[in-house]
C-alpha cells in the first residue's frame, strides 16, 4: 500500500496553461508539504499544511496555490505556467515528528 | 550565504570502502539533523536522523553532529553498489510550538563501483 501516493507522475504541457497535481496520504499524518526539487536535486519547501491550515507559505509566485480539503490531501494548482515552474513537485507529510517526512514519488513537470 | 551547504560531488568510491559524507549551516536554531536518502527518479526517504550533538549509529551507517563547529557527518562502512544514491543532509527548526521547518542540503550523489 502506498503511503504517499501523487498524480501525474509525468506531466508536459506549454507555457500559459494551468495544472493540477493531487496528493493523497493514508499514514494518518497532520501536516502535508509540497516541495520543488530543481535540476540540480535542491529540495526546497514550497507550501506546509497542519490540519488543513495554512503554516509555511515560502516565497512562491501567486501562480501557486495549495488546497487541502482534507488533512489526507493536498493539491497544487499552478496557473499560467512557466518555463521555469519545470521541476520535479514532491508532496510529503510527518506526524508528531515532524522531523520525519513521507515523500511521495514525486511529479515531474515539463513546461514547453 | 545559504543556511545548509553541501558538496554536490559526485562521489565515486570502490565497493566496500567507507565513504564521509559532510554538511555545514549557519543557523544555531536548528534541533534536528537528518540523513536522507534519494535513489534516482523517487522520493527522498528518512535513513538516520540526531537531536543535538552526538553520534548515531544504524548499521552500516553513522550519523554525527558537531553543533559547536555547526558541522554533522555521515559514514558509510562496507559500502555496497545498492548505495550508490543521493544523500541530502537536512536541519530542521521550530516555527511555532506545531510546526518545524526542514531545510535540506543540494544533495551529494554518491557512485559505489563494484
Known amino acids: 500500500d502506498t503511503a504517499v501516493s501523487q498524480t501525474p507522475k509525468y506531466l508536459v504541457t506549454q507555457m500559459g496553461n494551468d495544472k493540477s497535481i493531487k496528493c493523497e496520504q493514508n499514514?494518518?499524518?497532520?501536516?502535508m508539504y509540497w516541495y520543488k526539487q530543481d535540476s540540480k536535486k535542491f529540495l526546497k519547501i514550497m507550501f506546509s499544511?497542519?490540519?488543513?491550515?495554512?503554516?509555511i507559505n515560502e516565497t512562491v509566485p501567486n501562480r501557486f496555490s495549495p488546497k487541502s480539503p482534507d488533512k489526507a490531501h493536498l493539491n497544487l494548482h499552478i496557473n499560467s505556467l512557466e518555463l521555469g515552474d519545470s521541476a520535479v513537485y514532491f508532496c510529503?507529510?510527518?506526524?508528531?515528528?515532524?522531523?520525519?517526512?513521507?515523500f511521495g514519488p514525486g511529479t515531474r513537470l515539463t513546461v514547453l | 550565504q545559504k543556511e545548509v551547504e553541501q558538496d554536490p560531488g559526485p562521489l565515486s568510491v570502490p565497493e566496500g570502502a567507507i565513504v564521509s559524507l559532510n554538511c555545514t549551516y549557519s543557523?544555531?536554531?536548528?534541533?534536528?539533523f537528518m540523513w536522507y536518502r534519494q535513489y534516482s527518479r523517487k522520493g527522498p526517504e528518512l535513513l538516520m536522523y540526531t537531536y543535538s550533538s552526538g553520534n548515531k549509529e544504524d548499521g552500516r551507517f553513522t550519523a554525527q553532529v558537531d553543533k559547536s563547529s555547526k558541522y554533522i557527518s555521515l559514514f558509510i562502512r562496507d559500502s555496497q553498489p545498492s548505495d550508490s544514491a543521493t544523500y541530502l543532509c537536512?536541519?530542521?527548526?521550530?516555527?511555532?510550538?506545531?510546526?518545524?521547518?526542514?531545510?535540506f542540503g543540494s544533495g551529494t550523489r554518491l557512485s559505489i563501483r563494484p
Open positions: 510529503a507529510s510527518s506526524g508528531t515528528g515532524m522531523h520525519e517526512q513521507f
Open positions: 499514514l494518518g499524518h497532520d501536516t
Open positions: 499544511y497542519n490540519n488543513k491550515e495554512l503554516i
Open positions: 543557523n544555531s536554531a536548528f534541533q534536528y
Open positions: 537536512a536541519m530542521s527548526r521550530p516555527l511555532s510550538l506545531s510546526a518545524s521547518k526542514i531545510i
